[in-house]
């Protein structure tokens, strides 16, 4: 996973504005906006212009983010309620694209405040003296988001500000404004502060957040400043039922305008784009192996082995999609190959790696390696009847039952099992089933070729034997 203290990433730089002053920035016809207007704005002109506010998000297109872009038009506080691994940071990263790409802050602010509109007692006391000479600066959207993974550490400090010691050293009074060492929120003015699994607050903490969300104000040691603070506040949370850890207070959970849940994809087609985006892979992977990775996925998801509280998360599938990657990159090196593609022999590396990332029910504890080999088993008869459905095999099994048998293995090369595979004739199958999966290189070739085999096998038609180090199918 990427920094999490780094949103998603948006367009590329283009030079800020040229105001240097508040004078030159008023000459400019440059007009302020509350955060939720511009964020409304720039919405509406991405509807309005048929662009995707929401790039690499797979699979919430019709439930999802219709949800979430009422809820910015409504100028909400949300909330993202789901199961690990949906997605949920990505989305509110993906926030950033919302903002003005520039904005103009007092330069040297603390909290980054419009030029306009100053609200601390310095930047008020500086733009009186200095007028339109005010000077001004220019954040990019990126700077203006913040994002903080919530732990038993956190501490009101960190989220909303403690008196600076140093401060009051200096001779201030503990009641002067300017002894206070602002937090995480406030210094988010005019910006998205987001929080992740928010559940995992203290409760304490929890309330420190009431009066920043709904009165705009900032409590601190008994001292109240009004600081009219232009934030808008995102979190991320597993639900309530599906956690131990915590919970979101009553109160607080009230202040969130809006509560949308999320999900794992609904198709095996978001499914497979989600791997293809996110895994970095090593080796070329064919569309069938993914396909065969996105369908086991969902097949964890579905069993009622797995303990589905705790879901089963897209970096399984991601994980499990760079192993195989890996599998097949060892597999070529040591075999001297030049081009490393991953077969449905290297799929079984991946279940020894993948075993802890999946929480099976009460009473199935120890059957980790059987539950996600019959899965697996069966995720993969399932893509070779979607993709090799109607191609005759029939010449290829008459061969194996005649005696011809196919070895191939981590210790077998691509043409040493296209080499291995049995003659038959004037017979085009190997065509067939490498123009069907789109196989070009030898490669590619003997992945197509090693995937109709395993669905021959799994469809009782031939047997198999395997010692962990080679299989034979005959």
């Known amino acids: 996973m990427s920094d999490p203290t780094v949103p998603a990433a948006t367009t590329p730089h283009t030079p800020p504005p040229s105001a240097a002053t508040v004078g030159e920035l008023r000459a400019s016809g440059h007009e302020a906006r509350s955060l939720r207007d511009e964020i409304r704005a720039n919405l509406l002109a991405a509807l309005r212009e048929g662009r995707d506010p929401w790039p690499g998000l797979h699979g919430f297109e019709n439930t999802v983010i219709p949800q979430l872009e009422r809820a910015l038009l409504a100028g909400h506080d949300v909330v993202?309620?789901?199961?690990?691994?949906?997605?949920?940071?990505?989305?509110?990263?993906?926030?950033?694209?919302?903002?003005?790409?520039?904005?103009?802050?007092?330069?040297?602010?603390?909290?980054?405040?419009?030029?306009?509109?100053?609200?601390?007692?310095?930047?008020?006391?500086?733009?009186?003296?200095?007028?339109?000479?005010?000077?001004?600066?220019?954040?990019?959207?990126d700077a203006r988001y913040a994002e903080k993974l919530a732990t038993p550490d956190t501490s009101v400090a960190d989220l909303i500000g403690d008196v600076d010691p140093m401060r009051v050293a200096e001779g201030r009074r503990l009641g002067d404004p300017e002894t206070i060492h602002f937090g995480l929120i406030p210094r988010s003015h005019r910006g998205i502060v987001a929080v992740n699994e928010l559940p995992d607050l203290a409760e304490r903490i929890q309330v420190a957040m009431l009066n920043v969300m709904e009165e705009r104000d900032i409590q601190i040691r008994g001292y109240v400043l009004r600081l009219p603070l232009d934030v808008l506040v995102v979190a991320s949370a597993n639900p309530e039922d599906y956690t131990n850890r915590g919970r979101i207070i009553t109160p607080l959970k009230d202040r969130f305008g809006a509560e949308i849940r999320t999900h794992y994809p609904r198709e095996l087609e978001a499914e497979v784009a989600v791997i293809r985006q996110e895994a970095d892979l090593v080796a070329t992977v064919p569309?069938?192996?993914?396909?065969?990775?996105?369908?086991?996925?969902?097949?964890?998801?579905?069993?009622?082995?797995?303990?589905?509280?705790?879901?089963?998360?897209?970096?399984?599938?991601?994980?499990?999609?760079?192993?195989?990657?890996?599998?097949?990159l060892r597999r070529a090196t040591t075999q001297g190959e030049e081009q490393a593609v991953a077969?449905?022999?290297?799929?079984?590396?991946?279940?020894?790696?993948?075993?802890?990332?999946?929480?099976?029910?009460?009473?199935?504890?120890?059957?980790?390696?059987?539950?996600?080999?019959?899965?697996?088993?069966?995720?993969?008869?399932?893509?070779?009847?979607?993709?090799?459905?109607?191609?005759?095999?029939?010449?290829?099994?008459?061969?194996?039952?005649?005696?011809?048998?196919?070895?191939?293995?981590e210790r077998v090369g691509a043409?040493?099992?296209?080499?291995?595979?049995?003659?038959?004739?004037?017979?085009?199958?190997?065509?067939?089933?490498?123009?069907?999966?789109?196989?070009?290189?030898?490669?590619?070739?003997?992945s197509a070729i090693e995937l109709a085999l395993e669905g021959l096998y799994l469809a009782r038609r031939i047997g198999k034997d395997s010692d962990g180090q080679e299989t034979v199918y005959g």
């Open 80 to 141: 993202l309620l789901g199961e690990r691994g949906q997605g949920k940071t990505r989305l509110l990263r993906s926030l950033v694209g919302l903002l003005d790409e520039w904005t103009p802050v007092i330069d040297g602010s603390e909290l980054g405040e419009h030029p306009y509109e100053p609200i601390t007692v310095e930047s008020r006391r500086r733009a009186a003296e200095l007028g339109d000479a005010l000077p001004v600066a220019w954040r990019h959207r």
């Open 287 to 328: 569309d069938a192996l993914v396909e065969i990775i996105a369908r086991f996925t969902r097949g964890l998801r579905a069993s009622g082995s797995v303990d589905q509280r705790s879901g089963v998360s897209a970096r399984f599938a991601i994980a499990a999609a760079e192993t195989v990657a890996a599998a097949a």
């Open 343 to 409: 077969r449905v022999v290297d799929l079984e590396a991946a279940l020894e790696v993948l075993r802890g990332k999946v929480e099976l029910e009460t009473g199935e504890e120890g059957r980790e390696r059987e539950i996600l080999g019959h899965l697996l088993r069966s995720a993969t008869a399932e893509t070779c009847r979607n993709r090799l459905g109607g191609v005759d095999l029939a010449l290829l099994v008459d061969a194996i039952e005649n005696g011809a048998m196919v070895t191939t293995g």
């Open 415 to 446: 043409r040493e099992f296209l080499e291995g595979l049995p003659v038959l004739g004037e017979s085009d199958v190997y065509d067939t089933v490498s123009e069907r999966l789109g196989a070009r290189s030898d490669g590619e070739i003997a």
